[in-house]
């Protein structure tokens, strides 16, 4: 089902702290060019003093002024971000203040699903856009993975990365809109990565040296990789259903930034060359929901989207959720 | 703008434990009668075994039975809750496990906007559920406030309870519908209300004695109703704009149920009588984001509501944000 909406700018902001993979390797005791070998993934970004709203804040900036216009032209402001930056209040509410905006009155609400929230956001409120209720709204993505990382868990704790994207979405006339959207949730995987810990049934006030890594990122790769890989096939016939379109006329593949391993595989899978296949994990790392959007926003600085193309966001999160949305850019 | 959803189904989950305000006078220290007093609320329910998403599914089940569906017709499950069972993955997901819909791939996703998730929720899913996206929407709201609240911060503490309500959201035709809705963030008040510890920014490896505070709720009650009411007139104005309504036109007011004597004040600055305000706190306290569709469940069940009334969801949220919704129910 069509919505006319478009992507009218974005921006990204990265933490000032780069870490190399080697710098990784020492930390947990490996072989200098093991994490890299693995994961894929040369260096990342983790925060210093940075905040995740603040980086919100940074991204949202950027992007208002690529799309050429001001802070007071937004009208609506959502968080789509796996993680939170405190457990009350919502972020964006958070970012609206970094911003600059504590009295502007803009709505702010946040929607999670975790890797897939970016996904999420841009598909449901693109129905209030399309209907007229928003014109400018300013979704962001922005993602502290590194505090949450168990480096005791090397195979997860290598993959990810920290940053924020912002974007955009605005009204649109004639080109520009999403195509078809879908989204499905088998919560037979529902602890194939999770953080136990830190909400109402793990508190806080538990946390010790032996309940430490309740609190951490704990995932099985293998067993996420292995039911998505058998849901791919199906989901993508429901992606693609009644848009008249195939895989091949896609002129770009923005997948979740998983890891390098998942992604060479499902790219196989589809059938696409690399050349419409964006791959960036190498330099940021999975940066859970962000990445999404930063591939989008790379793909474009790059020059390898352009007005008109035909876009797939695809990509998986915890939950188990699958999600993808064909857009024209 | 109308979006032509009927609410046909709604249930609710209360916790086995229920706590009288004289155990909470004793709790702390109090003179018996002091916290009803206080903040008008008698009693509460307090999980004891239960967790977030089990009375999420327990709700969502009562709540399909009473629209006369079977799990099978819902397409989409939103959590709209102010309060997460864990850190990763999102509620939604969880209460879809406990449903045993683990196979079933229907979409999950949370929105988050603390007491006015569920506003949020039904007010942006009305545009997907009227443009054919989806025809039966779950939406849950449930709440665990108790393991979060700072005994030591009276005022606060001695207003919340926990517990769940679902709410089936269909596609309508001729009646009921959703007249307008409207909401407003003032980030100026986003510290009155919160619990800044549990996320990335205070991750709970800081958990001491000496920072446990910080993951507790901390609010600021009188400057939160102070800001509230001063931009209550101005919001009004704007969420009735173009309905050719007034407040005099509402059958019944479904308001946040705050706080006893907020209530009561906002009750009188709308010029409501009483019989045409929802007032359930004495009974179940502030249950966040569950309270609106409680307080709304509760008017049905009463028969203070009856299909083709005109209702008006109100409440304020931490964020500083106040939202609501005018329906044909």
Known sequence: MNRKVKIVGMGSYLPKRLIESTE?????????????????????????????????????????????????????????????EQAIPCNA??????????SSGIPCFDVNSTCLSFVSALDMVSYAVDAGKY??????????????????????????????????LSAANNTS????????????????SEIRGGGTKLHPRIYSEQT??????DMDGRAIFKLSYKLLPDFLDR???????????????IPHQASASAMKIIRKKLGVKEERFMNIIDRYGNMIAASIPLALHEAVIQGRIKRGDTILLLGTSAGLSIGGILLEY
Chains 1, 2 share one sequence.
């Open 135 to 168: 014109e400018k709204v300013l979704i962001v993505s922005s993602e502290i993975s590194s505090v949450g990382l168990n480096w005791k868990q090397r195979e997860s704790s290598i993959l990810f990365g920290d940053g924020a994207v912002a974007v955009v």
């Open 93 to 102: 509410s958070l970012i609206q203040k970094h911003l600059g905006l504590q």
């Open 239 to 253: 992606l693609f259903k009644g848009t008249g379109l195939t895989i091949a006329d896609i002129n770009m593949v």
């Open 24 to 84: 990784i390797d020492k930390m947990i005791g490996a072989e200098s060019g093991w994490s890299e070998k693995k994961s894929g993934v040369k260096q990342r970004y983790f925060v210093s003093d940075e905040t995740a709203t603040y980086m919100g804040a940074k991204a949202a900036n950027k992007a208002v002024e690529n799309a050429g216009l001001c802070l007071s032209d937004i009208d609506c402001i959502i968080s789509a971000s796996g993680t939170n």
């Open 212 to 217: 430490a890594e309740e609190f951490l990122f």
């Open 177 to 192: 809109k999403i195509l078809s959207s879908h989204m499905e949730t088998y919560s037979e995987g529902a602890h194939l």
